[in-house]
């Protein structure tokens, strides 16, 4: 291989050798290991005629000894030495036969003007039947009349098209599969891919992890003795720090009140007194508590006050029997979970004052059902569909919009086109292939979010996931059209990036939508989430199905840009 190859001798790197040089090492390369079917991709191309004509003679020595070759050319001069010649023109195959045979069948000497001459049938559309490969038999009669060729086989029967229909459905179904399976093993070779596919699930992890608590426990820091004393036991669990000054030298209704705190959704209070007012707003700044309930002095003497005197209490007394809540509105949710324990926790404290006096006592005059809607919801359940559409929303948009950029950037689009498949076909398998990626996520996320973590779900199965695969149809078009547009990676990424950080804020996730301003209100409608949000939120939260005329336009509003995003993006990208 090296005299057949002039092949220089020492030890040398291969980007010391030449271009010509590496090529010929590239085809030595090749035999090295005795095989039985080698592809060449144009292997005499910046090789000299006296070498190339060696190379074949070797080429044609191998395959009598059984070796296959399938060589790509230009050069159809050299194409006359192959046993079998398939001649190609814009990705289509003109004609497949023996050189010999196709050079009688047109009598001529030149294979080259075999090729012209079949360039000039196709353009004359002399063939009804597109997918005929010109097989040329020893039935066909091909006339030359003054450059002129003309088919006298009858093409045109019903049988005929019918059946070349039947082939081209076929054909184009095995092609798809093949692109699609391409894709398949494309993604899977990544070394991110099994993190894209877990992506979703594991954000719904996170978020079941960190909000699956109802209760978030507000201790009163009785000094920080008593404080070092309880984190060393093991049932201790500090979560929020908060501080209360109680002037009262004996404490009677202020500690009969902090003993029986109840708790709400969020919070629980568990209140002892801390040594002093200052120490305690200090413990605020210090950002050791975030709040402090100071006790007027005459608390409890005020309190019986206020319930003999009724509407007559004088000023002072109803001063004396207040209690002063300071709270750092930096952390607003906390703060206000603890007025409400406490305002509660208060309600419940007076009316059981009103009956150990034998007073008669108002209650609240409201009673809050427990319905389907209303029970065991808590501030995260808002949230949690939204979040779940985001998860499969920044997923799909992300991978899908870096799909067509990648085929294009690693030359795989480009090969398909050569090889004949047309632009259609490329954009639907990786639709299918995106739609099938997205599927494998949805049920990842269901089994982690509805069954793993048990959060509440009143909706039917198949509405759920049929949603969120629509919306993930939504993403994946969105992110198609993306990518059709854009040429480079990083411009595809400022793109989505720019669409999926807004919709966490503009599409009624956080913060609903009816409480925006009314131009304001109609631009974040507008954004890709809004509507499947508040879909999803209905269907999850409050049971309704297709019954409910809600549910159909939220389908409706994620089918219509779907189709358009889809269409938009085909057409750039057969234009591109």
């Given amino acids: 291989m090296r005299s057949l190859l002039n092949l220089p001798n020492g030890n040398l790197l291969v980007s010391q050798l030449s271009g010509g040089t590496q090529r010929r ?27 190339r004509n060696h190379i074949w003679d070797y080429l044609v020595n191998k395959c009598r000894e059984g070796l296959t070759v399938v060589i790509v050319t230009h050069y159809i001069e050299e ?44 353009d004359k559309n002399f063939y009804d039947n597109k997918d005929e ?64 596919i877990l992506l979703p699930a594991a954000q719904v992890i996170v978020f079941s992890a960190v909000y699956s608590k109802d209760l978030i426990e507000v201790w009163f820091l009785k000094n920080l003795i008593l404080h070092k004393i309880n984190k060393a036991k093991k049932n201790f669990f500090l979560k929020v720090k908060a501080a209360v000054y109680n002037e009262e030298p004996n404490p009677h209704y202020s500690q009969e009140l902090f003993s029986s705190l109840v708790s709400n959704k969020r919070h629980i209070m568990r209140a002892v007194n801390y040594c002093s007012l200052e120490s305690a707003i200090n413990a605020i700044k210090n950002r ?24 007559h209490a004088d000023n002072q007394t109803i001063i004396d029997s207040t209690l002063r809540l300071y709270i750092d509105n930096s952390v607003l949710m906390y703060g206000n979970g603890l007025i409400e324990s406490l305002t509660d926790s208060f309600l419940k404290f007076m009316s059981n ?68 498949v047309s632009h259609e076909l490329i954009f639907i398998s990786h639709l299918i292939t995106n739609c099938m990626l997205s599927a494998l996520q949805i049920i990842l996320l269901y089994l982690t979010g509805f069954v793993l973590y048990d959060n509440p779900n009143h909706g039917s199965l198949p509405l759920i996931l049929g949603f969120f695969m629509l919306e993930a149809i939504n993403s994946i078009a969105l992110g198609l059209l993306i990518s059709s547009l854009l040429d480079r990676e990083i411009d595809c990424l400022i793109i989505v990036w720019f669409l999926s950080m ?30 499947p949000v508040e879909t999803m939120r209905s269907i999850i939260l409050r049971g309704w199905d297709l019954t409910n005329t809600n549910i159909r336009y939220g389908l409706l509003f994620s089918i219509t840009p779907a189709i358009l995003y889809l269409y938009m993006a085909l057409a750039i990208f057969k234009r591109k």
């Avoid at 389907?372 to 808002?382: E, Q």
């Fill in 133 to 196: 490969r010109y097989e040329l038999d020893i039935n066909e009669n091909i006339v030359e009349n003054n450059e002129t060729f003309v088919n006298t086989q009858d093409d045109n029967n019903y049988d005929t098209k019918r059946k070349s229909s039947y082939r081209d459905w076929t054909f184009n179904l095995w092609i798809l599969l093949i692109l699609v399976n391409k894709n398949f093993l494309k993604f899977f070779h990544m070394g991110f891919s099994l993190f894209i």
């Fill in 502 to 531: 807004p919709q966490l804020f503009c599409s009624g996730i956080f913060w609903p939508l009816e409480s925006i301003g009314k131009v304001f209100k109609f631009i974040f409608y507008l954004c890709p989430l809004s509507s």
């Fill in 288 to 311: 050791e508590a975030i709040a402090v309930v100071w006790v007027p002095e005459r608390y409890s003497d005020a309190i019986d006050e206020r319930i003999e005197d009724g509407l």
């Fill in 79 to 122: 194409a006359v030495n192959a046993n079998r010649v398939g001649l190609m023109r814009n990705g289509r195959l003109l004609a497949e036969n023996d050189p010999k045979v196709l050079m009688r069948k047109f009598n001529e000497k030149n294979l080259e003007i075999v090729f012209l001459k079949l360039c000039l049938l196709e």
């Fill in 353 to 420: 004052l009103y009956k150990k006096k034998n007073k008669t006592s108002i209650l609240t005059p409201i009673t809050t059902e427990t319905t389907k809607f209303t029970n065991n919801l808590r501030m995260n359940d808002y949230y949690m569909a939204g979040y779940f559409l985001y998860f499969v929303f920044t997923s799909q948009i992300v991978f899908s919009s870096l799909t067509l950029t990648q085929e294009r950037k690693d030359g795989l689009f480009e090969r398909s086109i050569a090889a004949g």
């Fill in 25 to 51: 090492l590239s085809i030595a390369v090749a035999f090295i290991n005795n095989p039985s079917l080698v592809i060449l991709d144009e292997p005499t191309v910046g090789i000299d005629p006296l070498l």
